[in-house]
């Protein structure tokens, strides 16, 4: 499975960005898919997940960030409003096809996209 992500860059506070991440290599229809945002000297944290019928976000973005499927059915995309500088980091977009509870942490995904940088001024 490869997942890569784009439509990151560099905006003002308050401004938006979409993030996307095209799957290849099997279908993700029930699997849980994450996105997760890692700033230079620190871990990699939970922003956002879904799995069909659940979606789940982090205090911080809630109300500013929507995770959704892609127009294509083997993606996945974050748009994130009203953009803060603590926002800025590197994001990157996780997979996990079993089943059951889709846990908020890196450990729990099994694919990771290589991540696109998102830098809020």
């Known amino acids: 499975v490869q997942l890569v992500e784009s439509g990151g860059g560099s905006v003002q506070a308050g401004g938006s960005l979409r993030l996307s991440c095209e799957v290849s290599?099997?279908?993700?229809?029930?699997?849980?898919m994450g996105w997760f945002r890692q700033a230079p000297g620190l871990e990699r944290q939970d922003v956002a997940r879904?799995?069909?019928?659940?979606?789940t976000y982090t205090d911080s973005v809630k109300g500013r960030y929507t995770i959704s499927r892609g127009d294509a059915k083997n993606a996945v995309t974050l748009q994130m409003d009203n953009l803060k500088p603590e926002d800025s980091g590197m994001y990157y977009c996780?997979?996990?096809?079993?089943?059951?509870?889709?846990?908020?942490?890196?450990?729990?995904?099994?694919?990771w996209g290589q991540g696109t940088q998102v830098t809020v001024s």
């Open positions: 996780a997979a996990d096809p079993r089943g059951g509870y889709c846990y908020p942490t890196a450990t729990f995904f099994k694919d």
């Open positions: 290599g099997d279908k993700i229809s029930n699997w849980c």
């Open positions: 879904m799995r069909t019928g659940s979606i």
